[in-house]
């Protein structure tokens, strides 16, 4: 396994949602991981970059940052996704403390607190409705234009979930804790979390380089057995799914091992025999 240990998650403090490790940090989850994976004397942990991968099924080559050279008969690409936030002063000092991108990961910590949602059209309006079951003090801050259609600003104003579609100019924070939101035209509203829709980016390019289909949204293109649209290439995680938290990328990841195993036993049966 080759992993450069930059989990999309590292900015948080908490895992969420995953039973028998509520609340632990990114990291002692990772450290838990390892721990498990090297009592298996046949599972080698390499911290290191997969930079130039090779060859198809059967035979690819992999070529690492550090001058590692690996072979290997399939591949299983977990590389996840990256976030790019949107260009917001002050909102890296919040990132993963108190702004959070999944209300199914960070909802409930937030719960009937004053809450912002940075998003702008159908993102905004769904992020709202679902955020509405932890908190009654919603606002959305939709940084400009708001994209929502007439029905979606309607419901909104029926729920008393009030739009600001001003530009915003910073963030105001304390320790990593949003405690206000400052707009171009100088009013500000208080909150105490945020809720926001990064830009995602796929966190490897080299499935697409080997030939394998994305979605337009860069998501790779998956069965359910992970198998990419390459013979060899399976895909599990952020990189392949388009929802988010550790347990859904932990069982696509489980799903692919056992496609992954299936097929090496067959071929060595199937070379083995007489
Ligand atoms: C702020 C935040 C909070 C979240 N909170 C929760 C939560 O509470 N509960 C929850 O269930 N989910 C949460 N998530 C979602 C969760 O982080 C992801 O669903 C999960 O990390 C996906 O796992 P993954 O293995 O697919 O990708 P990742 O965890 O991102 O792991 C991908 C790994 O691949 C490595 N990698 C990439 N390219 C290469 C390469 N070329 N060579 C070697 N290694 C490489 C990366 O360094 C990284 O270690 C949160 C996400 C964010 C951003």
């Given at each position: 396994?080759?992993?450069?240990?930059?989990?999309?998650?590292k900015?948080?403090?908490?895992?969420?949602?995953?039973?028998t490790?509520?609340?632990?940090s990114?990291?002692?989850?990772?450290?838990?991981?390892?721990?498990?994976?090297?009592?298996?004397?046949?599972?080698?942990?390499?911290?290191?970059?997969?930079?130039r991968?090779?060859g198809?099924?059967g035979?690819?080559?992999?070529?690492?940052?550090?001058?590692?050279?690996?072979r290997?008969?399939?591949?299983?690409?977990?590389?996840?996704?990256?976030?790019?936030?949107?260009?917001?002063?002050?909102?890296?000092?919040?990132y993963?403390?108190?702004?959070?991108?999944?209300p199914?990961?960070?909802?409930?910590?937030?719960?009937?607190?004053?809450?912002?949602?940075?998003?702008?059209?159908?993102?905004?309006?769904?992020?709202?409705?679902t955020?509405?079951?932890?908190?009654?003090?919603?606002?959305?801050?939709?940084?400009?234009?708001?994209?929502?259609?007439?029905m979606?600003?309607?419901?909104?104003?029926?729920?008393?979930?009030?739009?600001?579609?001003?530009?915003?100019?910073?963030?105001?924070?304390?320790?990593?804790i949003?405690?206000?939101?400052?707009?171009?035209?100088?009013?500000?509203?208080?909150?105490?979390?945020?809720?926001?829709?990064?830009?995602?980016?796929?966190?490897?390019?080299?499935?697409?380089?080997?030939?394998?289909?994305?979605?337009?949204?860069?998501?790779?293109?998956?069965?359910?057995?992970?198998?990419?649209?390459?013979?060899?290439?399976?895909?599990?995680?952020?990189?392949?799914?388009?929802?988010?938290?550790?347990?859904f990328?932990?069982?696509?990841?489980?799903?692919?091992?056992?496609?992954?195993?299936?097929?090496?036993?067959?071929?060595?049966?199937?070379?083995?025999?007489?």
């Open positions: 396994m080759l992993d450069n240990g930059e989990p999309r998650n900015v948080t403090r908490e895992t969420h949602g995953f039973l490790r509520d609340g632990v990114p990291a002692e989850f990772r450290r838990l991981a390892h721990e498990q994976m090297n009592a298996y004397p046949s599972v080698q942990l390499h911290t290191d970059t997969a930079e991968i090779t198809s099924d035979q690819f080559h992999i070529q690492t940052a550090r001058g590692g050279s690996f290997a008969k399939k591949l299983l690409f977990a590389a996840g996704k990256k976030d790019v936030l949107p260009n917001i002063r002050g909102l890296k000092d919040v993963g403390k108190s702004a959070f991108i999944c199914y990961c960070d909802g409930w910590e937030l719960r009937d607190q004053p809450i912002a949602i940075i998003a702008n059209g159908s993102s905004a309006f769904h992020s709202a409705r955020l509405s079951g932890w908190s009654k003090q919603i606002a959305v801050c939709t940084n400009g234009p708001s994209g929502l259609a007439p979606q600003q309607h419901e909104l104003l029926a729920h008393r979930i009030p739009v600001y579609d001003t530009a915003i100019r910073q963030i105001e924070s304390s320790g990593g949003v405690q206000r939101i400052w707009f171009d035209n100088g009013a500000s509203i208080r909150c105490r979390g945020i809720f926001f829709a990064p830009r995602l980016v796929p966190g490897s390019p080299m499935p697409e380089a080997l030939g394998c289909r994305l979605t337009p949204e860069g998501t790779l293109i998956v069965d359910d057995n992970g198998q990419t649209s390459v013979p060899g290439i399976f895909s599990a995680g952020d990189q392949a799914a388009e929802t988010y938290m550790a347990v990328a932990a069982a696509m990841g489980s799903l692919a091992a056992v496609s992954i195993n299936r097929e090496l036993l067959a071929e060595a049966w199937a070379q083995h025999s007489d």
